[in-house]
């Protein structure tokens, strides 16, 4: 895995809780509860960006915590993060976390 990949994992994690909280089947408590506010057609969608935007923020910043651009706790380090093949991870992943989580939105 490069850093890209990594970024866009956790890009793709984002877009799968977002669209499992809005969905209609969803099965999941967070989804549960969304739907017994009953919302209009335009309060939901007001919802989805609510929560699009949410989701952004966390990934966004876990990914700069990483990295060490962004505190995580009141805490701001670079990390040491390698894959299961000792291939480095941190040190670009600012850069793709803002492509994936700024530009795209």
Do not use: W
């Not at 969905?23 to 919802?47: A, F």
Request: proline share 1%; hydrophobic share 30%.
């Amino acid at each position: 895995m490069n850093t890209e990949e990594f970024v866009k994992a956790f890009y793709k994690e984002k877009q799968d809780f977002l669209t499992e909280y809005l969905s209609e089947n969803s099965e999941s408590e967070v989804g549960q509860l969304i739907k017994t506010l009953n919302l209009p057609d335009q309060q939901t969608e007001s919802m989805k960006k609510i929560m699009d935007r949410t989701l952004t923020d966390i990934f966004y910043t876990i990914l700069l915590g990483l990295d060490g651009c962004a505190s995580i706790g009141g805490i701001q380090e670079m990390y040491d993060l390698k894959d299961e093949n000792g291939n480095q991870l941190s040190g670009e992943i600012e850069r793709y976390a803002y492509e994936y989580f700024q530009e795209r939105h």
